[in-house]
Structures are given as C-alpha cells and as structure tokens.
C-alpha cells in the first residue's frame, strides 16, 4: 500500500467565497500516480473548510453563502473575542474533510460536482492537504 502527501497554499480574497479546488486534486492526483485508492482532502483550519456541491451553476455558490449568512449571522452576543464566531459554526457545519475514490487513474465525481475551499473568515493564507491512498 502506498501513500502521498501533498500540501497546498492558497489564497483568499473575501471574507467568505467557496473556491473550486479540483486542479490542485488533479495535480495531486498525476503526481502520485495512484490508479486505484482513495483522495482524502482536510482544511486545517477553524474558519474554513472542504464541501462537494455544484460546479455547473455559479449561482450556486452565491446561494450557498447567502443562505449560511442567514442561518448563521454574526451576533454582537456572541462572546468569542475575534469577532469570528459566524466563521466557526459555518466551519463546523460544513467540515473540515471530504474523501473522494479513485478508480481507473480518475478521481469519481458526479457530472455537477467539483470540491470547493470555503472560506469563512477571510481575506487569508490559508493551506490544505490531500493525502492519496493507494489500495
């Protein structure tokens, strides 16, 4: 069994955007060589994190952020002392990792989607890993 580890930087320009990662994947992906396995991709951070939705509909992404603005707006109650608590539940919500399958050198994904970083708390430099797992 063999295994790889990739880090990746990035950067991001708003307080909150979803940004579609599936080159870095793919990157990743060819260097390994890996044919069959499995592509775990984790966020190490608190205020951001990994998701798989549409790709097809740019739309899509602004309702994704609308509707967390919603649900979790940024309360003045609120008590943690950065002033990003709205970053930690919607990092909380969404997660911190997905885990795709390789198949016949492919990663599998349905026709729409396209994995997104999401960022809740920026503008920052923010890093992720994948971790590509033959088997």
């Known amino acids: 069994m063999t295994s ?14 979803f940004l579609t990662i599936d080159d870095y994947l793919q990157q990743a992906l060819y260097r390994s060589g890996v ?3 499995i592509m775990l991709v984790f966020c190490p951070h608190t205020t951001a994190g990994i998701t798989i939705n549409e ?6 992404k602004k309702d994704l952020s609308l509707g967390l603005d919603q649900t979790f707006p940024n309360k003045e109650e609120y008590v943690h002392m950065e002033g990003n608590s709205d970053g930690h539940m919607k990092s909380s919500l969404v997660g911190a990792s997905e885990t795709l399958i390789i198949s016949k050198g492919r990663l599998i994904l349905g026709t729409w989607q396209s994995l997104y ?16 797992i033959e088997g």
């Open 4 to 17: 790889n580890l990739y880090l990746f930087d990035i950067t991001t320009e708003k307080k909150q955007t």
């Open 117 to 132: 970083f999401c960022e809740f708390d920026g503008p920052r430099e923010r890093q992720f890993f994948v971790k590509i």
């Open 35 to 37: 044919k069959n396995g």
């Open 55 to 60: 790709n097809a509909d740019p739309d899509v």
